[in-house]
């Protein structure tokens, strides 16, 4: 089972950036695809981005594209979330999500979440 825990939300104004950060324990996750989901008050978890276990690959949602860069660390149980150039309609609470499959990442439809961290836009 993979534990996944998110860090890094907080509060920032629009136009600033934040960096939200993801640690996976358990001994398959370097081999997992990993991602980030997002769900705002009254409304659906969404996606927001993923990367492949290697790397080589990423998925972004529109509504983030060209602002937010997902990456992964040096030894790959670790995922992090550059956000640039914040809007007030990305304040939601943030979720770091792990699967075997990339495209499984991306649909949302793995086991693997974290407790999600809160990140406030003010406009």
């Known amino acids: 089972q993979v534990q996944l825990v998110e860090s890094g939300g907080g509060l920032v104004q629009a136009g600033e950036s934040l960096r939200l950060s993801c640690a996976a324990s358990?001994?398959?996750?370097?081999?997992?695809?990993m991602g980030w989901f997002r769900q705002a008050p009254g409304k659906e978890r969404e996606f927001v981005a993923a990367?492949?276990?290697?790397?080589?690959?990423?998925n972004y949602a529109d509504s983030v594209k060209g602002r937010f860069t997902v990456a992964r660390g040096n030894a790959k149980n670790t995922v992090s979330l550059q956000m640039n150039s914040l809007k007030p309609e990305d304040t939601a609470v943030y979720y770091c999500?792990?699967?075997?499959?990339?495209?499984?990442?991306?649909?949302?439809?793995?086991?693997?979440w974290g407790q999600g961290t809160q990140v406030t836009v003010s406009s």
């Open positions: 990367i492949s276990s290697n790397g080589g690959s990423t």
């Open positions: 999500t792990s699967g075997s499959s990339f495209s499984g990442v991306v649909a949302g439809t793995v086991g693997s």
């Open positions: 358990g001994r398959t996750v370097r081999s997992y695809a």
